[in-house]
Protein backbone atom coordinates (compact mmCIF):
# COMPACT_ATOMS: atom_id res chain seq x y z
CA UNK A 1 0.00 0.00 0.00
CA UNK A 2 1.24 3.20 -0.97
CA UNK A 3 1.48 5.87 2.01
CA UNK A 4 0.42 8.73 -0.32
CA UNK A 5 0.27 10.61 2.73
CA UNK A 6 4.03 11.36 2.95
CA UNK A 7 4.29 14.10 0.53
CA UNK A 8 2.46 16.17 2.59
CA UNK A 9 3.90 15.99 5.79
CA UNK A 10 4.77 18.92 6.92
CA UNK A 11 8.71 20.11 6.84
CA UNK A 12 10.69 18.07 9.06
CA UNK A 13 8.55 15.13 10.02
CA UNK A 14 9.83 11.59 9.37
CA UNK A 15 7.84 8.84 7.41
CA UNK A 16 9.49 6.71 10.43
CA UNK A 17 11.06 7.32 13.82
CA UNK A 18 13.43 5.02 15.50
CA UNK A 19 11.07 2.81 17.81
CA UNK A 20 13.73 1.12 19.48
CA UNK A 21 15.70 4.57 20.60
CA UNK A 22 14.46 2.87 24.38
CA UNK A 23 13.38 -0.06 25.14
CA UNK A 24 11.10 0.27 27.73
CA UNK A 25 8.90 3.35 29.19
CA UNK A 26 11.40 3.18 32.42
CA UNK A 27 14.37 4.22 30.27
CA UNK A 28 11.88 7.51 28.84
CA UNK A 29 11.29 8.04 32.47
CA UNK A 30 15.16 7.38 33.59
CA UNK A 31 16.07 10.05 30.41
CA UNK A 32 14.00 12.56 31.45
CA UNK A 33 14.93 13.00 34.83
CA UNK A 34 18.52 12.61 34.42
CA UNK A 35 18.46 15.49 31.32
CA UNK A 36 16.12 17.80 33.18
CA UNK A 37 16.41 17.04 37.10
CA UNK A 38 15.71 20.56 38.60
CA UNK A 39 13.25 21.56 36.53
CA UNK A 40 9.48 21.10 37.59
CA UNK A 41 8.22 17.81 36.37
CA UNK A 42 4.70 17.95 37.77
CA UNK A 43 2.24 20.23 39.17
CA UNK A 44 -1.41 19.95 40.87
CA UNK A 45 -3.23 22.58 43.26
CA UNK A 46 -0.65 25.15 43.74
CA UNK A 47 2.38 22.39 44.14
CA UNK A 48 5.20 21.11 42.61
CA UNK A 49 7.60 17.86 42.13
CA UNK A 50 10.78 18.24 40.12
CA UNK A 51 12.18 15.59 37.30
CA UNK A 52 14.93 14.60 40.07
CA UNK A 53 11.59 14.18 42.53
CA UNK A 54 9.57 11.99 40.31
CA UNK A 55 12.87 9.77 40.14
CA UNK A 56 13.23 9.48 44.02
CA UNK A 57 9.64 8.91 44.59
CA UNK A 58 8.83 6.59 41.77
CA UNK A 59 12.13 4.79 42.66
CA UNK A 60 10.46 4.62 46.57
CA UNK A 61 6.99 3.30 45.29
CA UNK A 62 8.56 0.78 42.93
CA UNK A 63 10.75 -0.76 45.82
CA UNK A 64 7.75 -0.84 48.59
CA UNK A 65 6.34 -2.94 45.56
CA UNK A 66 8.76 -5.54 45.31
CA UNK A 67 9.98 -5.58 48.28
CA UNK A 68 7.10 -4.97 51.05
CA UNK A 69 4.08 -6.39 48.82
CA UNK A 70 6.44 -9.01 47.11
CA UNK A 71 5.09 -8.10 44.07
CA UNK A 72 6.50 -10.00 40.53
CA UNK A 73 7.11 -9.03 37.01
CA UNK A 74 3.92 -9.20 35.12
CA UNK A 75 1.48 -8.85 38.43
CA UNK A 76 -0.90 -5.83 38.19
CA UNK A 77 -1.83 -2.76 40.09
CA UNK A 78 -4.88 -0.62 39.83
CA UNK A 79 -4.76 2.79 39.81
CA UNK A 80 -8.03 4.65 40.75
CA UNK A 81 -7.66 8.49 41.65
CA UNK A 82 -7.92 11.56 39.41
CA UNK A 83 -5.14 13.59 38.43
CA UNK A 84 -2.92 14.23 41.65
CA UNK A 85 0.90 14.20 42.01
CA UNK A 86 0.88 10.89 43.45
CA UNK A 87 -0.64 9.26 40.05
CA UNK A 88 2.36 9.90 37.77
CA UNK A 89 4.89 8.88 41.11
CA UNK A 90 2.36 5.13 41.34
CA UNK A 91 2.29 4.76 37.90
CA UNK A 92 6.34 5.51 37.46
CA UNK A 93 6.80 3.50 40.36
CA UNK A 94 4.70 0.51 39.36
CA UNK A 95 6.47 0.16 35.76
CA UNK A 96 9.79 0.90 36.91
CA UNK A 97 9.39 -2.31 39.52
CA UNK A 98 8.50 -4.31 36.37
CA UNK A 99 4.59 -4.72 36.94
CA UNK A 100 1.95 -3.64 34.91
CA UNK A 101 -0.61 -0.45 35.22
CA UNK A 102 -4.29 -0.94 35.44
CA UNK A 103 -6.08 2.39 35.01
CA UNK A 104 -9.58 2.37 36.80
CA UNK A 105 -12.07 5.13 36.12
CA UNK A 106 -12.39 6.64 40.14
CA UNK A 107 -16.49 7.32 39.37
CA UNK A 108 -16.96 4.01 38.98
CA UNK A 109 -19.72 2.38 40.78
CA UNK A 110 -19.07 -1.08 42.89
CA UNK A 111 -20.47 -3.40 39.60
CA UNK A 112 -17.96 -2.00 36.89
CA UNK A 113 -14.67 -1.75 39.49
CA UNK A 114 -15.44 -5.72 40.45
CA UNK A 115 -15.99 -6.76 37.02
CA UNK A 116 -12.30 -4.81 36.04
CA UNK A 117 -10.43 -6.07 39.06
CA UNK A 118 -11.55 -9.46 38.88
CA UNK A 119 -11.04 -9.17 35.12
CA UNK A 120 -7.41 -8.62 35.07
CA UNK A 121 -6.50 -10.37 38.65
CA UNK A 122 -5.08 -7.26 40.31
CA UNK A 123 -2.94 -8.01 43.30
CA UNK A 124 -3.00 -4.56 44.28
CA UNK A 125 -4.73 -1.09 44.15
CA UNK A 126 -3.67 2.53 45.02
CA UNK A 127 -6.67 4.45 45.78
CA UNK A 128 -7.93 8.26 46.30
CA UNK A 129 -9.70 7.85 49.81
CA UNK A 130 -12.57 9.56 48.95
CA UNK A 131 -13.44 6.59 46.41
CA UNK A 132 -12.50 3.89 49.15
CA UNK A 133 -16.12 3.13 50.02
CA UNK A 134 -16.87 1.81 46.16
CA UNK A 135 -13.59 -0.32 46.70
CA UNK A 136 -15.01 -1.39 50.13
CA UNK A 137 -18.56 -2.22 48.59
CA UNK A 138 -16.67 -4.62 46.34
CA UNK A 139 -14.23 -6.46 49.06
CA UNK A 140 -17.32 -6.80 51.14
CA UNK A 141 -19.31 -8.63 48.01
CA UNK A 142 -16.20 -10.86 47.03
CA UNK A 143 -13.77 -11.51 50.04
CA UNK A 144 -12.04 -13.67 47.66
CA UNK A 145 -10.63 -10.91 45.91
CA UNK A 146 -6.96 -10.56 47.03
CA UNK A 147 -5.95 -7.04 46.84
CA UNK A 148 -3.77 -5.10 48.63
CA UNK A 149 -5.03 -1.32 49.38
CA UNK A 150 -2.85 1.37 49.51
CA UNK A 151 -4.94 4.56 50.11
CA UNK A 152 -3.74 8.15 49.49
CA UNK A 153 -6.04 11.31 50.20
CA UNK A 154 -5.41 14.35 47.76
CA UNK A 155 -2.65 16.51 49.92
CA UNK A 156 -0.45 13.68 50.35
CA UNK A 157 2.36 15.14 48.00
CA UNK A 158 2.10 18.72 49.08
CA UNK A 159 4.41 20.32 51.44
CA UNK A 160 3.87 19.19 55.17
CA UNK A 161 1.38 22.68 56.14
CA UNK A 162 -0.57 22.62 53.20
CA UNK A 163 -0.67 18.72 53.21
CA UNK A 164 -2.65 18.89 56.22
CA UNK A 165 -4.69 21.98 55.51
CA UNK A 166 -5.89 20.57 52.11
CA UNK A 167 -6.58 16.51 53.72
CA UNK A 168 -8.63 18.31 56.73
CA UNK A 169 -10.32 20.57 54.54
CA UNK A 170 -11.23 17.76 52.06
CA UNK A 171 -12.20 15.31 54.77
CA UNK A 172 -13.57 17.15 57.45
CA UNK A 173 -14.94 20.50 55.83
CA UNK A 174 -16.11 20.13 52.61
CA UNK A 175 -17.10 16.30 53.54
CA UNK A 176 -16.00 14.91 50.50
CA UNK A 177 -14.86 11.91 51.84
CA UNK A 178 -17.33 9.13 52.62
CA UNK A 179 -16.78 6.82 55.86
CA UNK A 180 -14.99 3.46 54.83
CA UNK A 181 -13.11 0.78 56.42
CA UNK A 182 -10.45 -1.55 55.05
CA UNK A 183 -8.69 -3.75 57.00
CA UNK A 184 -4.87 -3.73 56.43
CA UNK A 185 -5.14 -0.48 53.74
CA UNK A 186 -1.54 1.30 53.96
CA UNK A 187 -1.59 5.16 53.25
CA UNK A 188 0.55 5.97 50.72
CA UNK A 189 3.05 8.40 51.97
CA UNK A 190 3.46 5.33 54.52
CA UNK A 191 4.83 3.12 51.32
CA UNK A 192 6.52 6.13 50.05
CA UNK A 193 8.48 6.03 53.45
CA UNK A 194 8.90 2.06 53.92
CA UNK A 195 10.45 1.84 50.14
CA UNK A 196 13.09 4.75 50.73
CA UNK A 197 14.66 2.59 53.04
CA UNK A 198 14.70 -0.69 50.67
CA UNK A 199 16.41 -1.31 47.30
CA UNK A 200 14.93 -1.11 43.72
CA UNK A 201 16.21 -4.13 41.59
CA UNK A 202 15.87 -3.60 38.08
CA UNK A 203 13.84 -5.85 36.10
CA UNK A 204 14.45 -6.53 32.64
CA UNK A 205 12.12 -5.16 30.40
CA UNK A 206 12.13 -5.35 26.63
CA UNK A 207 9.28 -3.72 24.18
CA UNK A 208 7.10 -7.55 24.58
CA UNK A 209 6.63 -6.78 27.97
CA UNK A 210 3.14 -5.44 28.70
CA UNK A 211 2.58 -2.17 30.69
CA UNK A 212 -0.96 -1.10 30.70
CA UNK A 213 -4.09 -3.02 30.85
CA UNK A 214 -6.30 -0.27 29.47
CA UNK A 215 -9.72 -1.21 29.60
CA UNK A 216 -12.06 -0.43 26.71
CA UNK A 217 -15.62 -1.59 25.58
CA UNK A 218 -16.91 -3.65 23.05
CA UNK A 219 -20.53 -3.46 21.73
CA UNK A 220 -21.36 -6.92 23.95
CA UNK A 221 -21.33 -4.44 26.69
CA UNK A 222 -18.41 -6.12 28.57
CA UNK A 223 -15.31 -4.09 28.84
CA UNK A 224 -12.30 -5.56 27.71
CA UNK A 225 -8.90 -5.17 28.58
CA UNK A 226 -6.28 -3.91 25.72
CA UNK A 227 -2.89 -5.40 26.36
CA UNK A 228 -0.57 -2.07 25.90
CA UNK A 229 3.27 -3.05 25.86
CA UNK A 230 6.37 -1.08 26.57
CA UNK A 231 7.13 -1.33 22.77
CA UNK A 232 3.33 0.26 21.70
CA UNK A 233 3.20 3.52 24.01
CA UNK A 234 7.02 4.33 23.25
CA UNK A 235 6.23 3.81 19.48
CA UNK A 236 3.59 6.51 20.15
CA UNK A 237 5.59 8.54 21.74
CA UNK A 238 8.17 8.43 19.26
CA UNK A 239 5.79 9.34 16.97
CA UNK A 240 3.83 12.11 18.40
CA UNK A 241 7.44 13.60 19.82
CA UNK A 242 8.13 13.43 15.83
CA UNK A 243 4.97 14.76 14.82
CA UNK A 244 5.57 18.04 16.98
CA UNK A 245 9.27 18.06 17.07
CA UNK A 246 9.10 21.53 15.13
CA UNK A 247 6.97 23.52 17.58
CA UNK A 248 7.66 22.62 20.82
CA UNK A 249 11.27 22.81 22.31
CA UNK A 250 12.36 20.03 25.06
CA UNK A 251 12.62 21.74 28.52
CA UNK A 252 10.50 25.20 28.03
CA UNK A 253 6.74 23.54 26.75
CA UNK A 254 4.07 24.38 29.97
CA UNK A 255 1.58 21.58 28.88
CA UNK A 256 -1.71 21.92 30.84
CA UNK A 257 -3.57 18.12 31.48
CA UNK A 258 -7.46 18.68 32.55
CA UNK A 259 -8.31 15.44 31.54
CA UNK A 260 -7.59 12.33 33.52
CA UNK A 261 -4.44 10.11 33.33
CA UNK A 262 -6.79 6.82 33.73
CA UNK A 263 -8.09 8.38 30.31
CA UNK A 264 -5.94 6.55 27.27
CA UNK A 265 -5.23 10.13 25.25
CA UNK A 266 -3.96 11.94 28.21
CA UNK A 267 -1.89 9.24 29.74
CA UNK A 268 -0.04 8.81 26.57
CA UNK A 269 -0.07 12.80 25.68
CA UNK A 270 1.72 12.85 29.41
CA UNK A 271 4.08 10.49 28.01
CA UNK A 272 4.76 12.61 25.16
CA UNK A 273 5.28 15.62 26.97
CA UNK A 274 7.33 13.72 29.74
CA UNK A 275 10.10 12.85 27.10
CA UNK A 276 10.35 16.58 25.82
CA UNK A 277 10.78 17.84 29.70
CA UNK A 278 7.70 19.79 29.81
CA UNK A 279 5.98 21.15 32.95
CA UNK A 280 2.82 19.33 33.17
CA UNK A 281 0.20 20.98 35.17
CA UNK A 282 -2.19 18.34 36.42
CA UNK A 283 -6.05 19.63 36.58
CA UNK A 284 -7.95 17.69 39.25
CA UNK A 285 -11.57 18.30 38.26
CA UNK A 286 -11.62 20.36 35.39
CA UNK A 287 -15.30 21.03 36.07
CA UNK A 288 -14.13 23.33 39.02
CA UNK A 289 -13.97 26.28 36.11
CA UNK A 290 -12.90 29.07 38.65
CA UNK A 291 -9.79 26.59 39.65
CA UNK A 292 -9.45 25.04 36.16
CA UNK A 293 -8.81 29.03 35.22
CA UNK A 294 -6.75 29.92 37.87
CA UNK A 295 -4.37 27.43 36.92
CA UNK A 296 -4.61 28.76 33.16
CA UNK A 297 -4.26 32.33 34.35
CA UNK A 298 -0.98 31.25 36.91
CA UNK A 299 1.10 29.42 34.85
CA UNK A 300 2.27 30.91 30.91
CA UNK A 301 1.00 27.41 29.24
CA UNK A 302 2.08 26.23 25.86
CA UNK A 303 0.12 23.46 25.13
CA UNK A 304 -2.84 22.23 26.23
CA UNK A 305 -5.23 19.07 25.32
CA UNK A 306 -9.24 18.54 26.03
CA UNK A 307 -12.04 17.01 24.27
CA UNK A 308 -14.69 19.40 22.36
CA UNK A 309 -17.02 19.79 25.64
CA UNK A 310 -14.48 20.89 27.83
CA UNK A 311 -13.25 23.52 25.25
CA UNK A 312 -16.80 24.86 24.65
CA UNK A 313 -17.18 25.01 28.75
CA UNK A 314 -14.00 26.99 28.78
CA UNK A 315 -15.53 29.56 26.25
CA UNK A 316 -18.64 30.06 27.75
CA UNK A 317 -16.85 31.04 30.91
CA UNK A 318 -16.53 34.51 31.35
CA UNK A 319 -12.79 34.37 33.46
CA UNK A 320 -11.80 32.94 30.38
CA UNK A 321 -11.50 36.50 28.75
CA UNK A 322 -8.93 37.59 30.77
CA UNK A 323 -6.69 34.05 30.41
CA UNK A 324 -3.18 35.35 28.86
CA UNK A 325 -2.93 32.76 25.42
CA UNK A 326 0.00 34.51 24.04
CA UNK A 327 2.61 31.56 24.95
CA UNK A 328 -0.32 29.32 23.52
CA UNK A 329 1.53 27.02 20.64
CA UNK A 330 -0.65 23.89 20.25
CA UNK A 331 -3.92 23.11 21.27
CA UNK A 332 -4.84 19.25 20.61
CA UNK A 333 -8.46 17.50 20.40
CA UNK A 334 -8.97 14.07 20.81
CA UNK A 335 -11.43 11.55 21.87
CA UNK A 336 -14.58 13.12 20.26
CA UNK A 337 -15.26 15.44 16.92
CA UNK A 338 -14.61 19.28 17.50
CA UNK A 339 -17.79 21.15 16.48
CA UNK A 340 -16.90 23.82 13.55
CA UNK A 341 -18.48 26.47 15.81
CA UNK A 342 -16.06 25.48 19.20
CA UNK A 343 -12.95 25.01 16.66
CA UNK A 344 -13.72 29.18 15.38
CA UNK A 345 -14.31 30.21 18.90
CA UNK A 346 -11.48 29.25 20.11
CA UNK A 347 -9.80 30.31 16.85
CA UNK A 348 -10.74 33.75 17.10
CA UNK A 349 -10.14 34.07 21.24
CA UNK A 350 -6.69 32.37 21.66
CA UNK A 351 -5.70 33.03 17.66
CA UNK A 352 -4.53 28.93 17.43
CA UNK A 353 -6.35 25.91 15.83
CA UNK A 354 -7.53 22.98 17.73
CA UNK A 355 -6.14 20.13 16.02
CA UNK A 356 -7.33 17.42 16.09
CA UNK A 357 -6.36 13.82 16.07
CA UNK A 358 -7.94 10.19 15.81
CA UNK A 359 -7.19 7.13 17.89
CA UNK A 360 -8.66 4.04 19.85
CA UNK A 361 -7.45 2.28 23.46
CA UNK A 362 -6.18 -0.47 20.99
CA UNK A 363 -3.67 2.05 19.29
CA UNK A 364 -2.08 3.74 22.39
CA UNK A 365 -4.18 5.52 21.18
CA UNK A 366 -2.90 8.35 18.62
CA UNK A 367 -2.19 6.96 14.35
CA UNK A 368 -4.31 9.64 12.57
CA UNK A 369 -3.68 13.42 13.20
CA UNK A 370 -4.19 16.78 11.68
CA UNK A 371 -0.41 18.70 11.11
CA UNK A 372 0.40 21.17 13.92
CA UNK A 373 1.12 23.93 11.16
CA UNK A 374 -3.03 23.87 9.90
CA UNK A 375 -4.27 27.53 9.82
CA UNK A 376 -7.55 26.34 10.29
CA UNK A 377 -9.85 23.79 11.63
CA UNK A 378 -10.24 20.90 9.26
CA UNK A 379 -13.40 18.75 8.92
CA UNK A 380 -11.18 15.75 8.55
CA UNK A 381 -8.98 13.53 11.42
CA UNK A 382 -5.82 14.02 9.70
CA UNK A 383 -3.16 11.87 7.99
CA UNK A 384 -1.32 8.05 9.51
CA UNK A 385 1.37 10.11 11.49
CA UNK A 386 4.87 8.65 11.65
CA UNK A 387 5.10 4.65 11.09
CA UNK A 388 1.37 3.90 10.61
CA UNK A 389 -0.44 3.08 8.18
CA UNK A 390 -4.05 3.21 7.49
CA UNK A 391 -6.14 2.33 4.76
CA UNK A 392 -10.29 1.26 3.81
CA UNK A 393 -11.33 -1.58 3.63
CA UNK A 394 -14.69 -3.12 2.31
CA UNK A 395 -16.63 -5.81 4.33
CA UNK A 396 -14.96 -8.89 2.46
CA UNK A 397 -11.29 -6.52 3.99
CA UNK A 398 -10.51 -5.76 0.70
CA UNK A 399 -8.83 -2.21 -0.08
CA UNK A 400 -10.72 0.60 -1.57
CA UNK A 401 -9.32 3.31 -3.85
CA UNK A 402 -9.20 7.34 -2.68
CA UNK A 403 -12.80 9.04 -2.07
CA UNK A 404 -14.67 5.46 -2.00
CA UNK A 405 -16.19 4.84 1.70
CA UNK A 406 -15.56 1.50 3.95
CA UNK A 407 -14.06 0.77 7.33
CA UNK A 408 -11.09 2.98 8.38
CA UNK A 409 -8.09 0.50 9.54
CA UNK A 410 -5.02 0.35 11.10
CA UNK A 411 -1.44 -0.81 11.50
CA UNK A 412 1.65 0.36 13.15
CA UNK A 413 3.82 -0.53 16.24
CA UNK A 414 1.61 1.08 18.59
CA UNK A 415 -1.10 -1.34 17.71
CA UNK A 416 -2.10 -3.62 20.59
CA UNK A 417 -0.92 -7.73 20.55
CA UNK A 418 -4.59 -8.88 21.57
CA UNK A 419 -7.26 -8.56 24.11
CA UNK A 420 -6.51 -9.50 27.93
CA UNK A 421 -7.67 -13.42 27.99
CA UNK A 422 -10.20 -13.02 24.91
CA UNK A 423 -8.84 -14.52 22.05
CA UNK A 424 -11.83 -15.01 20.11
CA UNK A 425 -12.90 -11.08 20.65
CA UNK A 426 -8.82 -10.30 19.37
CA UNK A 427 -9.42 -12.66 16.36
CA UNK A 428 -12.82 -9.78 15.18
CA UNK A 429 -10.80 -6.73 15.57
CA UNK A 430 -7.80 -8.25 13.55
CA UNK A 431 -7.67 -9.19 9.39
CA UNK A 432 -5.86 -12.01 8.32
CA UNK A 433 -3.01 -9.07 6.76
CA UNK A 434 -2.79 -7.59 10.19
CA UNK A 435 -5.23 -4.96 9.83
CA UNK A 436 -6.86 -3.69 13.24
CA UNK A 437 -10.75 -2.60 12.53
CA UNK A 438 -11.52 0.78 13.83
CA UNK A 439 -15.38 0.44 13.42
CA UNK A 440 -15.56 3.82 12.15
CA UNK A 441 -16.70 4.18 8.87
CA UNK A 442 -14.74 7.00 6.27
CA UNK A 443 -12.66 7.59 3.18
CA UNK A 444 -8.94 8.87 2.13
CA UNK A 445 -8.57 11.84 0.22
CA UNK A 446 -5.98 12.11 -2.59
CA UNK A 447 -3.86 13.83 -0.33
CA UNK A 448 -3.98 10.76 2.32
CA UNK A 449 -6.07 12.48 4.74
CA UNK A 450 -9.20 10.56 6.32
CA UNK A 451 -12.32 11.61 7.25
CA UNK A 452 -15.14 9.55 9.67
CA UNK A 453 -18.91 9.53 8.16
CA UNK A 454 -20.49 6.98 10.43
CA UNK A 455 -19.59 4.37 12.80
CA UNK A 456 -19.92 1.06 12.43
CA UNK A 457 -20.71 -0.15 15.77
CA UNK A 458 -23.11 1.32 18.36
CA UNK A 459 -20.71 2.98 19.96
CA UNK A 460 -22.07 6.20 21.95
CA UNK A 461 -19.31 8.89 22.91
CA UNK A 462 -20.56 11.55 25.89
CA UNK A 463 -17.70 13.97 25.67
CA UNK A 464 -14.64 11.88 24.56
CA UNK A 465 -15.86 8.48 26.53
CA UNK A 466 -17.20 5.15 24.96
CA UNK A 467 -20.47 4.24 26.30
CA UNK A 468 -21.60 0.71 25.37
CA UNK A 469 -25.77 0.51 24.58
CA UNK A 470 -25.10 -3.12 25.86
CA UNK A 471 -23.79 -2.62 28.70
CA UNK A 472 -26.71 0.18 29.56
CA UNK A 473 -29.05 -1.78 28.75
CA UNK A 474 -28.62 -4.52 30.84
CA UNK A 475 -28.53 -2.09 33.50
CA UNK A 476 -31.90 -0.76 33.11
CA UNK A 477 -33.11 -4.28 32.39
CA UNK A 478 -32.25 -5.44 35.75
CA UNK A 479 -35.15 -3.17 36.72
CA UNK A 480 -38.23 -5.55 37.48
CA UNK A 481 -40.58 -2.67 35.65
CA UNK A 482 -38.43 -3.28 32.20
CA UNK A 483 -39.67 -5.32 29.65
CA UNK A 484 -37.37 -4.50 27.00
CA UNK A 485 -34.80 -1.87 26.49
CA UNK A 486 -32.79 -0.35 23.73
CA UNK A 487 -29.60 1.97 23.96
CA UNK A 488 -28.92 4.89 21.62
CA UNK A 489 -26.70 8.33 21.04
CA UNK A 490 -28.53 10.97 20.73
CA UNK A 491 -27.15 14.34 19.69
CA UNK A 492 -26.62 17.08 22.30
CA UNK A 493 -24.59 20.66 21.17
CA UNK A 494 -22.57 20.24 24.93
CA UNK A 495 -21.49 16.86 24.90
CA UNK A 496 -21.49 15.67 21.24
CA UNK A 497 -23.84 12.74 22.26
CA UNK A 498 -26.18 11.74 25.28
CA UNK A 499 -27.35 8.09 26.69
CA UNK A 500 -30.63 8.05 25.36
CA UNK A 501 -33.31 4.79 26.17
CA UNK A 502 -36.35 3.60 25.03
CA UNK A 503 -38.41 1.42 27.33
CA UNK A 504 -41.46 -0.90 27.15
CA UNK A 505 -42.81 -0.84 30.44
CA UNK A 506 -43.89 -3.82 32.25
CA UNK A 507 -45.00 -2.07 35.53
CA UNK A 508 -47.12 0.98 33.71
CA UNK A 509 -46.06 2.74 36.86
CA UNK A 510 -42.93 3.09 36.58
CA UNK A 511 -41.27 6.60 36.28
CA UNK A 512 -38.15 8.71 34.58
CA UNK A 513 -36.68 9.52 37.73
CA UNK A 514 -37.24 5.81 39.45
CA UNK A 515 -35.21 4.62 36.66
CA UNK A 516 -32.67 6.93 36.36
CA UNK A 517 -32.17 6.16 40.19
CA UNK A 518 -31.94 2.88 39.47
CA UNK A 519 -29.09 3.52 36.85
CA UNK A 520 -27.42 5.55 38.68
CA UNK A 521 -26.94 2.91 41.06
CA UNK A 522 -25.42 0.49 38.06
CA UNK A 523 -24.12 2.95 35.89
CA UNK A 524 -20.85 5.75 36.28
CA UNK A 525 -22.04 9.17 35.47
CA UNK A 526 -21.42 9.46 31.92
CA UNK A 527 -23.18 6.59 31.15
CA UNK A 528 -26.60 7.37 32.62
CA UNK A 529 -29.03 8.33 30.15
CA UNK A 530 -30.32 11.85 30.37
CA UNK A 531 -33.05 10.93 27.58
CA UNK A 532 -36.24 8.41 28.73
CA UNK A 533 -38.63 7.38 26.33
CA UNK A 534 -41.36 5.68 27.02
CA UNK A 535 -43.17 3.16 24.13
CA UNK A 536 -46.55 1.09 24.34
CA UNK A 537 -45.56 -1.24 21.58
CA UNK A 538 -42.48 -3.63 20.96
CA UNK A 539 -39.12 -2.29 19.91
CA UNK A 540 -38.59 -3.37 16.40
CA UNK A 541 -36.37 -6.30 15.93
CA UNK A 542 -34.62 -8.32 13.57
CA UNK A 543 -36.19 -11.74 12.22
CA UNK A 544 -33.66 -13.24 14.63
CA UNK A 545 -34.55 -10.85 17.34
CA UNK A 546 -32.09 -8.57 18.26
CA UNK A 547 -33.39 -4.97 18.61
CA UNK A 548 -32.51 -2.64 15.59
CA UNK A 549 -31.13 -0.09 17.25
CA UNK A 550 -30.61 1.80 13.97
CA UNK A 551 -34.35 1.96 13.69
CA UNK A 552 -34.92 3.68 16.31
CA UNK A 553 -32.23 6.23 15.69
CA UNK A 554 -33.99 7.03 12.35
CA UNK A 555 -37.81 6.88 13.61
CA UNK A 556 -39.35 9.67 15.29
CA UNK A 557 -40.39 9.61 18.52
CA UNK A 558 -43.75 9.66 19.56
CA UNK A 559 -45.05 13.37 20.86
CA UNK A 560 -44.06 13.45 24.40
CA UNK A 561 -42.23 10.35 24.41
CA UNK A 562 -38.61 11.63 25.88
CA UNK A 563 -37.46 13.75 28.46
CA UNK A 564 -34.07 15.24 28.82
CA UNK A 565 -32.59 14.37 31.89
CA UNK A 566 -30.04 16.62 33.95
CA UNK A 567 -27.15 13.98 34.35
CA UNK A 568 -24.06 15.33 34.70
CA UNK A 569 -21.67 14.59 31.93
CA UNK A 570 -18.23 14.97 31.41
Given at each position: ?????????????????????????????????????????????????????????????????????????????????????QYPVALFGTLRAGL??????????????????????????????????????????????????????????????????????????????????????????????????????????????????????????????????????????????????????????????????????????????????????????????????????KYPFTTIIAVNTLY?????????????????????????????????????????????????????????????????????????????????????????????????????????????????????????????????????????????????????????????????????????????????????????????????????????????????QHLTGYKVPRIVEF????????????????????????????????????
Amino acid sequence: MERIWLSHYPPGVPGDVDVHEFASLREVLLSSCQRFGELPAYSNMGASITYAELDRLSRDFGAYLQNSLQLKKGDRVALMMPNLLQYPVALFGTLRAGLVVVNVNPQYTPPELEHQLNDSGAVAIVVLENFAHTLQQVLERNPALNLTVITTEVGDLFPLVKELLTNVVVKYLKHMVPQWKIAGATGFNAALRAGHRQDLREVPLSHDDMAFLQYTGGTTGVAKGAVLTHGNLVANVQQMAAWMARDLVDGKEVFVCPLPLYHVYALTSSLVFLKLGAHTILVTNPRDMTAFIHDLSKYPFTTIIAVNTLYRALLDAPEFADVDTRALKMTSAGGMAVQRVVAERWKQRTGGTIIEGYGLTETSPVVIANPLDSMEWRETIGMPIPSTEATILDEGDEELPVGEVGEICVRGPQVMPRYWNLPIETGKVFTRDGWLRTGDLGFMDARGYFKITDRKKDVIVVSGFKVFPNQVEDAVALHPGVVEVAAIGEFDERSGEVVKIVVVRKDPALTEQALLEHCRQHLTGYKVPRIVEFRSEPLPKSNIGKILRRQLRRAPAPAGAGTMVDTPVP
